[in-house]
């Protein structure tokens, strides 16, 4: 009997985005398939990891793609981004907490790929002038990431309603970075 990869990598993605430390024996279990199977599928749980970061790659390259980040005011794009990664925020915050166990290791090509895609958004939105220029293209994606991962833990926790995910991450995210419309000529402030 083949096993199907992509399912049991979707399978570990949401068991572990759930439960960060979840054993591959329970891996195995949500995925129907015994812990040898699984073995022989990945070598270990590092293996789990890094196929598991390879699928949060192509699902963040995915949605920016469909968010067409280039298109119309960075707002609205920042808008667009942030719904198109909703579906995989789970996997994505387990990554997020997972990196710490490869510190010092070389970022990923894949990351770098996808934070300087979303650092030219900001650098784009701070040309145009929505955006504030005292905070840097880095440190907003940064806050980004971060603001993904809480309301993905908080949704998964159920301390947050599902349906509020990309409204509350949009809403702190831009209140913070948008640049403040400056005062009409002649009116006090």
């Not at 390879?54 to 667009?80: K, Q």
């Amino acid at each position: 009997m083949a096993v199907d990869r992509d399912r049991v990598l979707r399978t570990a993605a949401a068991l572990l985005t759930r439960k960060s430390t979840a054993t591959m024996d329970e891996v195995a279990r949500a995925a129907g398939i015994s812990r040898a199977t699984l073995h022989r599928q990945f070598a270990g749980r590092d293996a789990l990891v890094r196929a598991l970061e390879a699928l949060g790659i192509a699902e963040c390259e995915a949605a920016l793609a469909a968010a067409r980040t280039d298109e119309g005011p960075a707002t609205d794009a920042v808008r667009r981004l942030v719904a198109e990664i909703e579906p995989h925020a789970g996997l994505l915050a387990f990554l997020y907490s997972e990196n710490q166990l490869f510190e010092g290791e070389e970022q990923n090509e894949g990351w770098a790929r996808i934070d300087e895609r979303i650092a030219a958004l900001f650098r784009r939105g701070q040309s145009s002038g929505e955006f504030r220029i005292d905070l840097t293209p880095a440190w907003l994606t940064e806050a980004l990431y971060g603001l993904l991962a809480s309301a993905a833990w908080a949704v998964a926790e159920g301390r947050v309603a599902p349906k509020d995910f990309t409204h509350m991450i949009v809403e702190l995210l831009l209140g913070g970075v948008q640049r403040p419309a400056e005062p009409a000529a002649g009116k006090e402030s």
